[in-house]
């Protein structure tokens, strides 16, 4: 139970990421899509709202700005995952793992995600601090 000086940290996640086009936004950098008329066009978002989106992730430290300029053109940015947005790897993960599973109709856009190092692909798991798996049955509360 929280107090009333206490933020659930759930509440407090969604208050910055729990909005549709802020995860797509994500989704969309995770596999490469770094500037704003790319992400525009991918997401067919309305551009104030892709701007505040991008403005609040940067603001909120999940994503930085990098500046680039083609030849010939003005300075523009290119948006990356700080450590705070790679860390998110695995929200976007179960969702897309959750989304496939029990939402009719729906398919990856993306090929699935894999393991650099041996090529296996990632799924999102439950796992105490030990390193043991859990299944959301097993899991209680530490009082």
Not at 6 to 15: H, K, N, Q
Not at 90 to 106: D, E, I
Request: charged fraction near 20%.
């Amino acid at each position: 139970m929280t107090g009333p000086q206490t933020t659930c940290p759930i509440a407090a996640s969604l208050e910055l990421l729990g909005e549709k086009w802020t995860l797509l936004i994500l989704r969309d950098v995770f596999q490469g899509i770094h500037r704003f008329s790319d992400l525009e066009e991918s997401l067919g978002c309305p551009r104030s709202i892709l701007s505040a989106r991008l403005r609040k992730l940067v603001e909120h430290g999940v994503l930085q700005v990098e500046p680039y300029q083609e030849p010939g053109r003005r300075q523009r940015h290119a948006y990356t995952l700080s450590a705070k947005g790679r860390d998110l790897a695995l929200v976007l993960a179960a969702l897309q793992q959750w989304g496939l599973k029990y939402l009719p109709n729906v398919a990856p856009i993306a090929p699935d995600p894999v393991h650099v190092d041996c090529g296996s692909p990632v799924e999102a798991r439950l796992a105490c601090r030990r390193g043991h798996y859990v299944e959301a049955d097993a899991i209680g509360s530490q009082e």
